[in-house]
């Protein structure tokens, strides 16, 4: 069974930063995509920052230039700096995994983690 972790998430006030970790455990033959996702209250899930399997990253429009998405392969690991956060960042976190295990590739979904910007 596969299974991702985040953590990084917290309460940080407008300008501040914050770094989210997302670990991918169980048996892993392969990542292909990797990505985060954010929710906020009353809004649609939205695609924040992704590396798609050829390396190249992509970002919402909105986060570009504060936002970085980078990761450790070799660690299953896929991190988000979040840089000059301001309140619209307010949402819940998830991480999303394009990965193989038991020979078949799977979607995966970390269970989110809370970032509030607020003074």
């Known amino acids: 069974q596969v299974q991702l972790l985040e953590s990084g998430g917290g309460l940080v006030q407008p300008g501040g930063s914050l770094r989210l970790s997302c670990t991918a455990s169980?048996?892993?033959?392969?990542?292909?995509?990797m990505g985060w996702y954010r929710q906020a209250p009353g809004k649609e899930r939205e695609l924040v920052a992704g590396?798609?399997?050829?390396?190249?990253?992509r970002y919402l429009h909105s986060v570009t230039g504060r936002f970085t998405i980078s990761a450790d392969t070799a660690a299953n690991t896929v991190y988000l700096q979040m840089n000059s956060l301001g309140a619209e960042d307010t949402a819940i976190y998830y991480c999303?995994?394009?990965?193989?295990?038991?020979?078949?590739?799977?979607?995966?979904w970390g269970q989110g983690t809370q970032v509030t910007v607020s003074s």
């Open positions: 999303h995994m394009s990965l193989r295990s038991g020979g078949r590739w799977l979607g995966t």
């Open positions: 590396i798609p399997g050829d390396g190249t990253t």
């Open positions: 169980g048996s892993i033959e392969g990542i292909n995509a």
